[in-house]
């Protein structure tokens, strides 16, 4: 039986919906059907399409009690809404159902794990949340929340866990049929850790030990793991709060951690080797994966950060989009990032350039546009001397615009939107070092409506920003400080059909 709350939600998501027009949203990016997104949700593959949920907060464009809202996609591109998914409707969870993933049982049904919340007053006046994990069971579009839920409380855990600072499990299944998942905790010190659960059959589950311990090294609490093979190593992301950075990592506050290294199956252990940031924009957050059923492991994420929320166009009824779905891989030791080769087929008008001098700033025929997959590589220029500076400039008409500019002496790129059309002074640039030689760089630049994503290097390193500037801006220019010469290939992007 559906909950009046969840009825509700269906009720009201889909009368909102229709007063946004498609204009207003992304071309190819997920948007909250209606009010507020956070965290990309139970991304799977289930009866032949791909699935997403998300944290949802259908009535407002603020966070509020979490719903999941739900999507579905053949070519992880192309979304179509389906009916909120879950509400904050039984005892267990009824101050929210936050983050959490999806995988299909052997019977074929679609098996949801989500943290489920509640906030009790204490004597003192002052509130108190607990979290624990909870299991819903469907057929893609309904599902019925598991009876003996929650399934894993903090009676399960070690002393010195806390029970308030307890979610976003992640369950994926083993070779040999049996399930795991693991779980952000704030440990005693007030740190994060990673705890890894085992389930012979997937409902019920048996606590086994810390995966990783975070202590006084990246952030404090250590928010929606994933942890998944890839290559011969084993990768561990999760998105720390509370970051201090350090050199040219980590300067989100919240950010997402990749840690890098080999797992020992057997006993279960995990040996880090490396880390890094994940994103090194100002917009991204909360990555979830998938193994797609052709053994691509895609990365999902909210195309947001906590600390920059406010951060908002005024005159839109949705708040928040997830990232482009990227395919990962590891090579030179990091992490590398590529879109989804599904964007391709969007491809439109190729315009292409080869060899074209920069030397103070230059405009180049049918290179606009506001949804447009540009590739650039830049060298110096035979016989100059090394040129200062590189920039583009997007989204850009006579009074805005946002950039990318690379100073090829400390090979520093940096993202700025600071002149998007932005009224609130916060965070609207970031640096980020990247690799390169005697001026040499290539960059991949995707724009949709309300975002940029800039592929470093053929996915070394990924800087993502949200941008609301007014769709009309949408000249491209470039600049030169000195002189250099850059190749260029420039697509549209059609989203919609
Ligand atoms: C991360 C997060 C999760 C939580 C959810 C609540 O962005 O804080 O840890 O489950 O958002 O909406």
């Not at 956070?38 to 289930?46: E, V």
């Not at 399409?49 to 998300?54: A, D, E, K, P, R």
């Not at 009676?155 to 369950?171: H, N, T, V, Y």
């Not at 909210?302 to 928040?320: E, H, I, K, V």
Request: charged letters at 25%; aromatic letters at 12%.
């Amino acid at each position: 039986m559906m909950s009046q709350t969840l009825r509700e939600a269906r009720k009201y998501e889909e009368v909102a919906e229709k007063s946004i027009r498609k204009e207003e949203r992304p071309a190819f990016h997920l948007s909250a059907r209606t009010g507020w997104m956070n965290d990309p949700n139970g991304f799977s593959f289930y009866g032949g399409v791909y699935h997403i949920f998300y944290q949802y907060h259908p009535y407002d464009c603020h966070w509020g009690p979490m719903h999941w809202g739900h999507a579905v996609s053949r070519d992880l591109l192309h979304w179509e809404y389906l009916p909120a998914a879950l509400a904050p409707d039984e005892m267990y969870d009824r101050n929210g159902c936050f983050s959490g993933s999806a995988l299909t049982l052997p019977d074929g049904r679609h098996l949801l794990m989500y943290t489920g919340v509640i906030r009790e007053q204490q004597k003192n006046g002052g509130f108190r949340e607990t979290q624990t994990q909870c299991l819903a069971v469907g057929d893609g579009t309904d599902y019925e929340k598991f009876e003996k839920n929650p399934v894993i409380t903090a009676a399960d855990l070690p002393e010195g866990c806390s029970a308030q600072d307890f979610r976003d499990p992640k369950i994926w299944q083993m070779a040999d049929g049996t399930y795991r998942c693991v779980v952000g905790n704030r440990p005693a010190d007030g740190t994060g850790q990673i705890l890894l659960f085992s389930s012979p059959d997937g409902f019920s589950w048996k606590y086994e030990k810390v995966l990783v311990y975070n202590g006084d090294r990246f952030g404090k609490m250590w928010e929606c793991p994933d942890f998944f093979p890839l290559g011969d190593k084993w990768v561990l992301l999760t998105s720390p709060q509370d970051m201090l950075p350090s050199g040219f990592e980590y300067h989100n506050g919240n950010g997402t951690l990749c840690l890098i290294g080999e797992f020992d199956e057997e006993t279960e252990t995990f040996t880090e080797r490396r880390d890094q940031a994940v994103d090194y924009g100002i917009d991204f957050y909360a990555a979830q994966t998938i193994l797609a059923p052709d053994g691509r492991r895609i990365m999902i994420g909210w195309m947001q950060n906590w600390d920059t929320c406010d951060f908002r166009a005024q005159n839109l009824s949705w708040f928040g989009q997830l990232s482009l779905p990227r395919e990962l891989s590891i090579e030179n030791g990091r992490l590398y990032q590529r879109p989804v080769r599904e964007l391709e087929k969007l491809r439109r008008g190729r315009v292409e350039y080869t060899d074209v001098p920069i030397s103070g700033e230059r405009r180049l025929q049918g290179v606009s546009g506001r949804t447009v997959d540009m590739e650039i590589t830049i060298g110096p220029q035979d016989g100059a001397p090394l040129y200062r500076k590189f920039a583009i400039r997007f989204a850009q008409n006579d009074r805005f615009w946002t950039s990318l500019s690379f100073h090829p002496g400390d090979s520093i790129l940096k993202i700025d939107r600071k002149f998007s059309g932005s009224r609130r002074a916060i965070i609207h640039q970031r640096r980020c070092l990247v690799r390169s030689r005697d001026g040499r760089l290539k960059l991949r630049l995707i724009l949709d409506r309300f975002s940029a994503e800039v592929f470093v290097n053929d996915g070394e390193q990924v800087l993502t920003a949200i941008v609301y500037t007014r769709q009309e801006a949408d000249e491209i220019s470039f600049y030169a400080d000195g002189a250099l010469r850059m190749d260029l290939v420039k697509y549209d992007l059609q989203g919609e059909a």
